[in-house]
């Protein structure tokens, strides 16, 4: 009978964690740490196993499966291979991953940093010298520029790949972000710092090769993101506009701007304007305001027009629209709170 799926994980979890530093052990060993951590999920363990025992149980059904563990002579010992981190023992990202000259992979700096710190321990200690393997880290020309790109590189890389790998939805937000990741990518790629890669194709080491690698990437990726960034751009609606009239009405008989109203709202039964009040209508379509006014002029009525934009992210209208001071990359304009919350996006 198989233990449950959360005693599973409990499990695994923690050998993980043991693992990392232990490097190996036996069954009987992992089983006796364990239950001393985790007595209630070892008792459910048992009761689960009791056919073949819960030792046999993490050897035959737990450990032989783990991609990061191999048996030799019936010890378990750590081998991560090119899929797991060499120190946490976790499952790299197909991209993201640093590596040492021994061809071991990790996650980060910090996984590279605790497994050389580990190594240097076991190299000290007598009884498990046999547990230290060579670290070396890939100290050539560009191990700095790889360092750099990396940081950068682990930054952009999830941001591109949501975008890249599946459709998304023709709106402002996501095209903000698009243009900004755009913008980023560039700023790193272009920047100079890495032209010596780029022109060597990465062929001067391990480091450089690796860097060039990174830079193909997010290459690639400002391609695709080049690309969709047009189609939403084609995709989006042209800003919601409205032109707030004031009428003025006060100044002559109620009677008289009511029949006004009244005439152009028979005109236009689609409600292509609103009355806000008596003397204030908003229209929407520029040739319905042009017909209004030319009534209003006909009348002799005083009035003013001011032309107000629906801010693409709140949907609320400003009038702010003399400058370019809310406009952003995407040639939309923003009321003045969307454009502080999303600055960074803006030009």
């Known amino acids: ?5 959360k005693d599973y994980n409990t499990f695994m979890d923690w050998a993980q964690k043991y693992f990392r530093k232990a490097r190996e052990a036996t069954s009987d060993t992992v089983l006796e740490k364990f239950q001393k ?19 046999a149980y993490i050897g035959r059904h737990i450990f032989r499966n783990s991609p990061w563990l191999k048996s030799v002579k019936g010890i378990w010992q750590v081998n991560p291979g090119e899929d797991f981190c060499a120190y946490c023992l976790n499952e790299l990202d197909k991209e993201i991953y640093l590596f040492d000259l021994n061809d071991h992979y990790y996650c ?31 100290w050539d020309s560009y191990w700095s520029d790889c360092q750099m790109l990396f940081d950068q590189f682990r930054d952009l890389k999830p941001d591109s790949r949501y975008y890249v790998s599946k459709e998304v939805e023709a709106t402002a937000e996501n095209h903000l972000d698009i243009l900004l990741l755009i913008q980023r990518i560039k700023h790193v790629i272009y920047s100079g710092v890495y032209d010596s890669v780029w022109m060597n194709g990465g062929h001067d080491g391990p480091s450089a090769w690796h860097t060039y690698q990174m830079l193909q990437s997010l290459e690639k990726d400002l391609e695709k993101l080049q690309e969709l960034e047009e189609k939403m751009k084609d995709k989006r609606e042209p800003q919601k506009v409205v032109y707030r009239i004031w009428n003025f009405a006060s100044t002559l008989p109620e009677k008289r701007s009511r029949s006004m109203f009244n005439r152009l709202r028979r005109k236009y039964k689609c409600g292509e304007f609103k009355e806000v009040n008596a003397s204030l209508w908003d229209v929407e379509d520029e040739a319905v305001m042009q017909y209004i006014v030319g009534c209003f002029k006909d009348v002799r009525l005083p009035y003013s027009v001011e032309k107000q ?25 923003y009321c003045d709170d969307c454009y502080r919350y999303y600055k960074d996006g803006f030009k």
């Open 1 to 5: 009978m198989k233990i449950s799926k």
């Open 37 to 55: 951590e985790y007595r209630t999920a070892t008792k459910r363990m048992k009761k689960h196993t009791k056919n073949i025992g819960l030792k």
């Open 108 to 138: 980060d700096y910090e996984c590279m940093e605790e497994m050389f710190s580990l190594m240097s321990e076991l190299e000290d200690d007598e009884e498990k010298q046999h547990l230290a393997v060579e670290v070396e880290e890939p």
């Open 309 to 333: 934009l629906y801010c693409e992210l709140c949907e609320k209208p400003y009038s702010n629209i003399e400058t370019n001071y809310n406009r952003g990359k995407d040639d939309y304009y």
